[in-house]
């Protein structure tokens, strides 16, 4: 199992997948929160289209994810995002050889929204249907790549909802290592910018006010750093902002959020090489919506690198929620799946480490 093609007679696919894959076109729908998501994944030729709907504005004012206005808008949204994924691509229904759909972990009503489409679709055309855990679908989105990392390999997960460190020796193959004992990096970063005046979600503001920001002006904890295990701990860091901001007002707004990040971004890079080195292996993936923080990605490459490691990241586009993912994570569990069984249930809480190897 090394994401190598080793059929010669076969053109290379530019995204090469794990051998055991079998042809197919998979439609891949994400639903779990609040950004619907739709992408057609081949098998042999790669990923042919994705399209996105994001519900970030209707939210806002609300200053987070309101559940049930989430599944109405999932509603709206899944079925034009499949037409233009279709249109875009060339393919019709009748072209689909499964259908792969976020099963949980998640918003339950959103996940229904989702997993119901995709379950009806699939009966209607006689294809197969798979729910795919939303995590396995972060931590295999660099694989969607043309120099995807063999396994195995050590995953940061950094999400809105898990920051978990897990050896993934193969699909289906995850060993937690670690995880956050209180909140997620993501949410750290969400109730960071809201205590300094950002909207929602918070993480990408946050590092662009950091950007303009002093680091060094003001010195914030750095929870459980060397605890000496793989867990972590960001409720104290949050907590450490609100005492400044109650004390400085939010005149340095600015070297706030960059002291924040930078607290943030040491734990989470010193704990992914401690991993790397604890699992002896030289591969490391990072996946989840803080992939997509520019000073994570700087630090986590430069000292990795000094330490023989090396770092893959999913495309930009594919660190926050996608259904490029789900399709991808689903077309290496279809072979496994069975369209005969019609009922179908999802799951807003899901360990990880429970899935099956494939
Ligand atoms: O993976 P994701 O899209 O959704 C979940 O599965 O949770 O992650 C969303 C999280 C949010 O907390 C958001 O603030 C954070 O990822 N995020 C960032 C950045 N872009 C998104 N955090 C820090 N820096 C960023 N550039
Ligand atoms: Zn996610």
């Known amino acids: ?6 059929n010669n007679n076969k053109p290379t696919s530019f995204f090469p997948v794990p051998r055991f894959t079998p042809l197919m076109l998979v439609l891949g729908v994400e639903s779990s929160c609040d950004e619907t998501g ?21 939210h806002n004012e609300y200053g987070g994810v309101v559940p049930e206005l989430a599944s109405r808008d999932h509603i709206r949204r899944v079925l034009p995002l499949t037409r233009q994924v279709l249109a875009e691509s060339g393919c019709t229904l009748t072209d689909l050889d499964g259908i792969a759909y976020t099963q949980g972990p998640g918003l339950a009503g959103a996940l229904l929204v989702g ?5 009806a679709l699939a009966f209607a055309l006689d294809i197969p249907a798979v729910g795919v855990h939303h995590l396995e679908g972060h931590m295999l989105s660099p694989l969607i790549s043309d120099t995807p990392p063999e396994f195995p390999f050590v995953a940061l997960l950094v ?5 978990q460190l897990m050896r993934v020796s193969g699909v289906g193959c995850y060993t937690l290592l670690g995880e956050t004992l209180d909140d997620a990096a993501g949410e750290a970063f969400d109730k960071t910018a809201q205590l300094l005046g950002l909207g929602y979600p918070g993480g990408p503001a946050l590092s662009k006010l950091a950007a303009t920001g002093d680091a060094g002006h003001f010195s914030l904890p750095r929870p459980m750093l060397n605890s000496g295990d793989f867990d972590f701990s960001f409720s104290g860091l949050k907590t450490a902002v609100l005492t400044l901001v109650r004390r400085q007002g939010l005149e340095q707004a600015a070297d706030i959020a960059a002291a924040f990040q930078a607290a943030a971004v040491e734990v989470l890079v ?8 604890h699992s002896g292996v030289t591969r490391l993936v990072v996946a989840g919506g803080v992939g997509a923080n520019t000073r994570l990605r700087e630090r986590l490459t ?6 023989g490691i090396v770092v893959f990241y999913p495309k930009l586009e594919f660190c926050t929620d996608n259904g490029a993912m789900i399709a991808f994570a689903g077309a290496q569990r279809l072979a496994h799946a069975s369209s005969a069984d019609l009922t179908f249930a999802v799951k807003p809480r899901w360990d990880l480490a429970t899935l099956d190897a494939v």
Do not use: F, P, W
């Not at 430069?302 to 330490?307: G, K, L, V």
């Open 1 to 6: 199992m090394n994401g190598k093609n080793e």
């Open 270 to 277: 010193s704990k992914s090489l401690a991993a790397c080195a």
């Open 159 to 163: 999400s809105g909802g898990h920051t």
């Open 38 to 58: 739709v992408a057609l994944y081949d098998s042999a030729r790669g990923l042919l289209a994705h399209a996105l709907y994001s519900q970030i504005a209707m």
């Open 115 to 119: 997993a119901g489409m995709a379950r």
């Open 302 to 307: 430069r000292e990795a690198a000094a330490r």
